[in-house]
């Protein structure tokens, strides 16, 4: 059986930093996933995805994806990549990319993002403010000029 503290380090107040090796690729997982029957509260920040399949409180900031899972229930504010929504989402969404929501899926909340993918049986609710991904900045799609 494998040692389960293998490459943990130990923190020494007052001695000098050990210089950080990472884990190697096959060991790093590709998704974090908070787990059913999981409750956790507070500020999230990642960088990779994260796929939620308990309950979460609070805000969430991921440089990747966030998947909302079918039997999953979230109240935060999210700010992603991408967002797909197959549970229950209650919070202000913005994304740099597409906003998904699958069927089943329910939005009580702002949308912020370039793209918005909403599937037959979704349910949402609040308002939607698309800009320009090309833009590069958050701004609003101005309307056209039109002359009478």
């Not at 960088?47 to 409180?57: N, Q």
């Not at 549970?87 to 918005?116: T, Y």
């Amino acid at each position: 059986m494998a040692d389960p503290t293998a490459g943990w380090r130990r923190v020494v107040l007052g001695s000098a930093p050990e210089a950080e090796v990472p884990a190697p690729v096959s060991e790093r997982p590709e998704m974090t996933t908070i787990d059913p029957g999981c409750e956790i509260e507070g500020k999230l920040s990642l960088d990779r995805s994260i796929c939620i399949e308990g309950e979460f409180r609070g805000s969430i900031h991921c440089a990747e994806t966030v998947t909302v899972g079918e039997a999953a229930a979230v109240q935060a504010d999210i700010e992603a990549r991408t967002i797909e929504i197959r549970g229950a989402v209650v919070g202000n969404v913005k994304a740099s990319r597409e906003v998904i929501i699958f069927p089943g899926g329910r939005l009580h909340g702002d949308i912020e993002a370039p793209s918005l993918v909403m599937e037959r049986g979704a349910f949402y609710q609040g308002q939607t403010r698309m800009y320009r991904p090309e833009a590069g900045l958050r701004t609003p799609m101005e309307a056209p000029n039109v002359e009478a």
